[in-house]
């Protein structure tokens, strides 16, 4: 066959943070290194690079201001982080992936359509189910595909299905929305919602593999039990609280079920494309593990 052409399709953050998957991580990772010219990245506040920005700051956006990029920019850059993603340390042979909405952005290397505030889902499903005013979503993961078919022209050869500018190319796909799948709705709607988010990714894959993706990496979604907003915002009672990770059960047994879901999809998708490799990328492990054992990854532990 020669030398494959391809749209690889990586999950950034996995492949740094999943200690789970942490053998195809570097496969994959060893693979971009030596063979791909590009990157393309598509997801959420994990990875926007500054497309939530591009057109004008918020003032109420906390992320326009110090100390976010302090530490390594020295000032805001959009990015929801005081210093570098992991889109842009995966990346690091190459110059830093600009974000799609930029002006004047240089091409040649990819292009990062993550942004924040993206959900699985698109904003019609919620409006649907009365959840319009609840879920804001600044450009849904089939949003981020139509940008990147809409910027194809200025970085592929677009004389055949994979260009060649595109061929050896690496894309990352970041895609979670949990806000549906939390308790407090009725237990059937929780569960039908779920399963309609865990199916996103593999249509959002499926599209990919039209536009020539050959390998994929699909996150699941994080233990939300575990995240501090809901964790400051929510008082439980004790017994919701795990003994060990201080994260809200029921929060995390619905993000299990999502990946859970996800999972089942993914193994429908795979033999349908027998030449494509398609990977979970496990989310839910290793922010547990954090939890669970927080100095062993580094993390101290504050003293109250």
Known sequence: MGRREALVVLLAVVLAAAAAGEADAAKAKGK????????FNFGDSLADAGNLIANGVPDILATAR?????????????????????????GELLPLLPPSKANRSDLSHGAN???????ALDTPYF???????????????MTQIQWFRDLKPFFC??????????????SSVATTTTRPCLPGRASQRRTSSCRMSS???PMASKELIAEGAVDLIVPGVMPTGCFPVYLNMLDMPAHEYGARSGC?????????VHNAHLKRALEKLRPKYPNVRIIYGDYYTPVVQFMLQPEKFGILQAVT
């Not at 971009?32 to 990157?39: E, P, S």
């Not at 649907?128 to 879920?135: E, I, M």
Request: aromatic letters at 12%; proline letters at 4%; one cysteine or more.
């Open 157 to 170: 050869n677009a004389r055949s299905s994979m260009p060649t500018r595109c061929s050896s190319s690496a």
């Open 32 to 39: 971009a290194k030596g063979k791909y010219r590009a990157l």
């Open 66 to 90: 110090l100390p976010y990029g302090q530490t390594y920019f020295g000032k805001p850059t959009g990015r929801c982080s005081d210093g570098r993603l992991v889109i842009d340390h995966l």
């Open 199 to 201: 199916r996103a990714s």
């Open 127 to 141: 409006e649907a189910r009365g959840l319009g005013a609840v879920v804001w979503n600044s450009g849904a993961l």
């Open 248 to 256: 809200i059960r029921q929060y995390n047994t619905f993000s299990w």
């Open 113 to 119: 359509f993550a942004i924040t505030g993206a959900t």
